[in-house]
């Protein structure tokens, strides 16, 4: 007996701390909402493109599309163009996509859409960079003034991440005489970079630049540059202007490296605009369609993967055991008498459609007639087996009845008496029945 108590207790707490475990893994890493009414953010991206294309040449147009692989996942991505072929590659990390045609002529404009979505973009892969370059060749004044500012550079530094804040606020004091040598009266951000990297080749520390779109709706804008740089364990990123670290959260990466957002053969005059906006979403439905764009093999079985129809009917279905949990917990610790373990169960998810109030005068309306008419079959000295046909018989009627004179007299909730398990009122009324007598 001892035995078989030890055994009954681990398989509990086996199949409890399962249990909990799987639930927190959907929730804490996969991000699966807890409850309907939780929304999340969904971003719309427009980039559209503007060019005037030279008659009688072919068009070759690449421009940098973001290489979702970040913290987003993308929900729906469209190549929007009249007559034009559409192909995608990945080049150095990038993705870039390419609009050919062999004839155009005038005016033309071309779309980029994205919709995309911060929450279940599973888990990231380690992350990988380069921890050593060489120097970029400098000579003559040039050597000169950046070995006077790395001299103060070193001093102040102590890492990686010092020692490139350190650099980015040297080279944006530009009343240093040095500073004004190597901008070569140029103060842009983009030239301020090439400084900056420049000094930091010398010191044989990695940097690349970044190109990233805020996420801020109705807000025009055009690419803002970062720079990162591999610490041999993760990427650091840094605004060129301040020094800051840390890439803000509403940033999104459009593309890394030097080169140019577009590139146009056949063309000239390319111009690049961008447009936000965003909208909210179920977070239930959201999960469904981000599951086949995460890296967590767990949603792949999960049953998200089923049909709707087929998920709805077991939206229905799981909640039976819970109901019955809960029904032993108030048999067997509250000492609540009820009508069976099941009928309970199955009348409160016919609740779950009619809605509560109306569900439960609906069940109170359809008792007491059954009652009634139990009350005149005993006097009748029926056998049970026939009592319960014509009890079961009214039920039937009954329901069609109500809901035929609700559909007349334009109450739709009516209709959902329908709902209610036929059978499991037969027997509710007659335990009710037995129970009164």
Known sequence: MRSLNLHLKVLITLLVTLGVLITAYQIFILGIPMTEDETDDLWNIDAKVEFQATPREPVKLQMFVPPLNQDYVSLNESFISNNYGVSVNRVDGNRRVTWSARRASGKQTLYYRLVLTKRYSGE?????????????????????????????????????????????????????????????????????????????????????????????????????????????????????????????????????????????????????????????????????????????????????????????????????????????????????QTLGTFTPVLIALAFRETQLGFGIFLFTVITALGLSLRSYLEHLKLQMLPRLSVVLTFVVVLIAAISLFSHKLGLERGLSVALFPMVILTMTIERLSITWE
Request: aromatic fraction near 6%.
């Open 124 to 336: 990231q892969p380690p992350a990988k960079g380069p921890i050593f370059r060489d120097s970029i060749p400098v000579e003559g004044p040039e050597k000169i003034a950046a070995e006077a500012l790395l001299a103060p550079i070193r001093q102040h530094s102590a890492d990686v991440e010092t020692f490139i804040s350190e650099t980015i606020k040297r080279v944006n004091n530009v009343s240093d005489d040095n500073v004004k040598l190597l901008l070569g009266g140029d103060a842009s951000t983009a030239n301020k970079a090439k400084v900056v990297d420049l000094l930091l080749s010398i010191a044989h520390v990695p940097m690349e630049r970044v190109h990233t779109i805020r996420l801020q709706a109705e807000v025009a804008q055009s690419p803002e540059l970062w720079l990162r740089s591999f610490n041999g364990q993760k990427w650091l990123y840094f605004n060129p202007e301040t020094g800051e670290q840390g890439l803000p959260a509403d940033r999104l990466v459009w593309w890394i490296g030097d080169g140019e957002l577009v590139s146009l053969e056949g063309g000239r005059q390319a111009a690049v605009s961008f447009s936000l906006n965003n909208s909210e979403m179920n977070a239930i439905r959201l999960a469904k369609l981000t599951d086949e764009n995460t890296d967590a093999s767990f949603l792949e079985y999960s049953l998200y993967g089923l049909p709707l129809q087929t998920q709805q009917t077991f939206m229905i279905m799981v909640m039976i055991p819970i109901g019955v949990l809960v029904i032993l917990i108030l048999r067997n610790l509250g000492g609540l």
